[in-house]
């Protein structure tokens, strides 16, 4: 029995068998051709009929609308036409080039979740080559037999549109983060997932016994059957756990003392929000709507462009609530067409709210966006990294001049849209009575609140265990929000990960929380959660204040 720590924990536990995805590596292009013109027409086709082809997908999986909104992003077809005309290479040479550039571009961004999009813009070159040389797409998982797992350097949208998940246990990818394509299936999927594992690549092969613990990022390699026997009961118990929290998946939660907790989902595409909502949630409770400025390659997003964006998801939840966040970039999320210059502290520095009030044309067009969406659903506008009622005061102000332009122009918007604050300082924290006297409502986000409460990077590993969200400071921190938003009578919700935390919801709920808003997978495990708590036994919990 070998134990291999080397992977990054995403989603279960599982134990079957090894199946390792050997890639079929197609003969390298020819680097020149004597006919720029024939082959970037060559391109051009293959292009269009892989547009032709994600149609066709996309409307049975969400992701290949991200696809082929990928296709359609003149940028890739530019630097393949460059490099035709002035190069002189084969239509294939100039895409692989180009392909890699692309992907540089994503990785050199340090943003963990346009990393994980690298492979889906591999996976979009990969189609347009394969009508390039003429190859026969296979199927690589066809006749796995059940309990298998499923081990490669990367697995793309189209390798997971191949799979049959009933036979599969699980994945370990080389590459990938935990906001990868891969993991997000794998949780939509109930499977195990490991990812960034490529020390271990080498020492697994097809037929090898497996175990993959997707909770610590440990592979164990031929367990002996005492250690096969555990996990595979500890697997099964999950799964039975998951599958009856499924059930009530679209029943709301609510103690056993009859308290009504409200759960949300988060999302960063229109994609996601359905998802959300597919998966039980009763509205968005955060929009990431900076993810719609780093698709975009030519520059930041016309109004136009976010208004399309922002009106499908409203009509998407209807009534239900849809919170979109503003701009939220900075700190370890760049744009490619945006210079930040070099910051000592990029965490402490120039970003979200900060970037939005010093960039006037660029917030002004954000805002139009929503207040024109606002017609089509019950949206709401929050503000990130507040610090001061100055910079809430401004923001507003922005919004106001906004529907002046708005109303002179004749154009429909919600006049009474609510206006919130993401509290995720603790400057916002100390002065969270005097924000809730003029904002509509909070939501506490706990990823960046924890690490500038506790003065540590969560992204430093020598430093990343002082980031803990359940250290007292936190918890105050917390209850201390909660607390100036009910004695101000507005609503508090919580959108960072200490939201999904089952441990967690006994004593959020005993400091006053009423509505959570998590990843979609962890919808109906949390309201499972919330059903078995009763209002005594979260009292008799630690409070949030100790």
């Known amino acids: 029995m070998r134990v291999l720590r080397t ?5 279960g536990i599982a134990a079957g068998t090894a199946f390792v995805l050997e890639r079929r590596v197609s003969a390298a292009p020819s680097a020149a051709t004597g006919d720029p013109a024939a082959e970037t027409a060559r391109f051009h086709a293959a292009l269009a009929q892989a547009k032709t082809e994600l149609g066709v997908l996309a409307a049975e999986n ?51 979740y346009l990393g994980g999009r690298t492979d889906d813009v591999r996976d979009v070159c990969g189609r347009i080559r394969r009508i390039l040389t003429g190859e026969t797409a296979e199927n690589p998982f066809a006749g796995l037999a059940p309990g298998t797992i499923v081990v490669a350097e990367e697995l793309t949208p189209s390798d997971t549109a191949l799979m049959d998940f009933s036979r599969i246990a699980g994945v370990v990818t080389a590459r990938g983060s935990v906001t990868s394509h891969v993991c997000i299936i794998a949780r939509a999927k109930g499977i195990a997932a490991i ?27 031929a367990p002996d059957t005492a250690t096969e026997r555990r ?16 059930k ?58 976010q208004f399309e964006a922002y009106r499908h998801a409203a009509e998407l ?16 999320k760049a744009l490619p067409y945006m210079d930040f210059g070099h910051e000592e502290n990029p965490f402490l520095g120039w970003r979200a709210i900060r970037v939005s009030l010093s960039m006037h044309d660029v917030f002004r067009t954000q805002l139009r966006a929503l207040l024109r969406a606002s017609v089509f ?39 009474g849209i609510e206006l919130g604050v993401m509290i995720e300082t603790p400057a916002a924290v100390m002065v969270a009575d005097l924000l809730a006297a003029e904002a509509r409502f909070f ?51 919580m959108c960072g990960e200490l939201a999904a935390d089952p441990e967690a919801t006994a004593w959020l709920l005993e400091a006053g929380l009423e509505e959570f808003s998590v990843s979609a997978p962890a919808v109906a495990p949390l309201k499972e959660r919330i059903r078995t708590l009763d209002l005594p036994e979260v009292r008799k919990t630690p409070g949030a204040a100790e």
């Open 7 to 11: 992977g990054i924990p995403a989603a």
């Open 62 to 112: 969400d992701i290949f609308a991200a696809h082929l909104e990928m296709a359609d992003d003149p940028m890739l077809a530019e630097q393949v036409e460059e490099r035709i005309s002035e190069h002189g290479f084969s239509a294939e040479r100039a895409l692989d080039e180009a392909c890699e550039e692309v992907c540089g571009m994503l990785a050199a961004l340090d943003d963990e």
């Open 195 to 221: 990812v960034g594992a490529s020390e271990c690549m080498l020492e697994i092969n097809t037929g090898d016994k497996l175990i993959i613990n997707g909770d610590t990022g440990e592979i164990i390699v």
């Open 231 to 246: 996990y595979r009961a500890l697997s099964a118990s999950r799964k039975r756990h998951g599958e009856h929290c499924l």
């Open 248 to 305: 009530g998946a679209h029943t709301p939660a609510v103690t056993r003392g009859g308290r009504r907790i409200a759960v949300l989902g988060n999302a960063g595409s229109v994609a996601e929000v359905r998802a959300a909502l597919d998966a039980g949630a009763e509205g968005i409770g955060l929009f990431r709507s900076e993810f719609l400025y780093m698709q975009s390659r030519g520059g930041f997003p016309g109004e136009q462009t």
């Open 317 to 332: 939840c209807g009534e239900r609530p849809l919170v979109i966040r503003t701009l939220d970039i900075g700190g370890d």
């Open 377 to 415: 659903g019950n949206l709401r506008i929050m503000f990130p990294m507040i610090t001061s009622v100055g910079e809430f005061r401004r923001a507003e102000t922005a919004v106001r001049e906004c529907m002046a332009e708005l109303d002179a122009e004749k154009a429909a918007y919600n006049p």
């Open 443 to 493: 939501s506490i986000g706990t990823n960046d609140l924890t690490q500038y409460v506790m003065a540590a990077d969560r992204g430093n590993p020598r430093v990343a265990h002082l980031c803990d969200p359940f250290d007292t400071a936190v918890k105050r921190s917390v209850a201390m929000t909660l607390a100036a938003a009910r004695s101000a009578g507005i609503e508090a919700g």
